[in-house]
DNA sequence: CCTTTTTACTTGCAAATCGAAAGTAATAAC
DNA sequence: GTTATTACTTTCGATTTGCAAGTAAAAAGG
């Protein structure tokens, strides 16, 4: 786990320190949504992430624990990125950013379907996911 | 309200645009703190912030509703920042970030006893630390 | 008043980072 | 055996960062 600069002990700052960016948060995103997904798969989300800036996310979110590379099955080409325990500890704040994101800023027809599961039970919706993607196996959504 | 770069539709994308950087919610979390800060207060919190920058997140987060800019009493030179309600939306997820870096960044003692409070009542805590920045006057924390 | 201090910025500039595009090396597919 | 995919890396101009110094206006002090 490589130590990134840290400007202060406050909690909030340690984490933007991290991931207090652009693009790293829409990783854990896509990880959260797809369980797991391969390097190409990131550059094809909406965002169009450019392939220099998505590698050097990568390996930050990888070295502080967030994600994990695994061999893809058969192929030694391919990686599968998923989430770690700590990343899918993120999912509560990614789920409050998307819901306050869909109340102020963005009302995306293709998600509202999502955020009004998770408004209708928040405790069971984030229960169910963060439980989906810790499990072992078991198959992606997409 | 100025509109910000939009990379796509979804709101976690959306709201990164605005205050997906280093310094943004660090200014929030200021404001959610101590109800009320000037401009020097913010240069004067741990991570040391440069002027410049500082300079241009307050004028960003006012342009998109998160801040707004009060006449500081009796002053003509200071001004007092607050959270708008928007902004004040803000706190859950501000909050789910603190207590994912406590957990596995940051055991600041000096915040231990905030996280703790509101690990033993989350949704009291919301409500209640939401309820007194909204309020309409009362004096701030410090 | 008149001077000094405080406050909220702005400016200048070097260094770091971003981001579009092209390049590469290894494996997979045909 | 040739072509296509995949996962990056490299290049380079543009933008952003961050430190330091500067500035203008109001406040405080004498």
Not at 62 to 68: F, T
């Given at each position: ?14 984490s ?15 990880l ?18 450019a392939?220099?800036i998505?590698?050097?996310r990568?390996?930050?979110l ?7 590379k695994?061999p ?36 995306d027809?293709q ?13 069971k919706f984030?229960?169910n996911?963060m439980?989906?993607?810790s ?8």
């Open positions: 786990m490589k130590s990134v600069e840290k400007r202060s002990d406050c909690p909030v700052s340690s933007l320190d991290i991931f207090g960016d652009r693009w790293s948060l829409l990783i854990v995103r896509d959260m949504l797809y369980k797991t997904r391969t390097y190409g798969d990131f550059t094809k989300s909406a965002e169009k992430i392939t220099n998505l590698a050097s990568l390996q930050v990888e070295e502080n624990g967030i994600i994990i695994l893809y099955p058969d192929n030694k080409v391919k990686g599968l990125y998923k989430l770690s325990p700590k990343g899918v500890d993120l999912v509560p704040a990614l789920i409050e950013i998307a819901l306050w994101g869909g109340k102020h800023v963005s009302n027809d998600c509202s379907p999502f955020l009004n599961e998770v408004k209708k039970n928040k405790t984030l229960k996911t439980a989906k993607l499990a072992e196996d078991e198959a992606t959504i997409d």
